[in-house]
Nanobody, 121 residues
Framework: QVQLVESGGGLVEAGGSLRLSCAAS????????MGWYRQSPGKQRELVAT???????NNAGSVKGRFTISRDNANNMVHLQMNSLKPEDTAVYFC???????????????WGQGTQVTVSS
């Protein structure tokens, strides 16, 4: 009933940039916090950045000054601009959103399927 679909991943050289986008669709009343997480082989999924419905952002220390999260509330989208990419940024990036499907419902946690980002040295 609710889908999150990521786009924009790919292969880039170190120092390059990529922009990830995530679109939420389906039966949606409103969306709370949205965010990006990533997972590398053999590692746990980790927070990259989050943004509240009001626009307040929080970034992981490893990406501060390089990554910028933003959201488009009118289109139920969240974006991640990634600059100065490093090989250690290589991971599958997942979109996350807390979505309320009905006016008197509760917020539930939704995830996208992930998009691969590979940074070559």
């Amino acid at each position: 009933q609710v889908q999150l679909v990521e786009s924009g991943g790919g292969l880039v050289e170190a120092g390059g940039s990529l922009r990830l986008s995530c679109a939420a669709s389906g039966s949606i009343f409103d969306i709370g916090a949205m965010g990006w997480y990533r997972q590398s082989p053999g590692k746990q999924r980790e927070l990259v950045a989050t943004v509240t419905s009001g626009g307040s952002t929080n970034n992981a220390g490893s990406v501060k000054g390089r990554f910028t999260i933003s959201r488009d509330n009118a289109n139920n989208m969240v974006h991640l601009q990634m600059n100065s990419l490093k090989p250690e940024d290589t991971a599958v990036y997942f979109c996350n959103a807390f979505i309320r499907r009905f006016r008197f419902g509760v917020y539930s946690d939704y995830w996208g399927q992930g998009t691969q980002v590979t940074v070559s040295s």
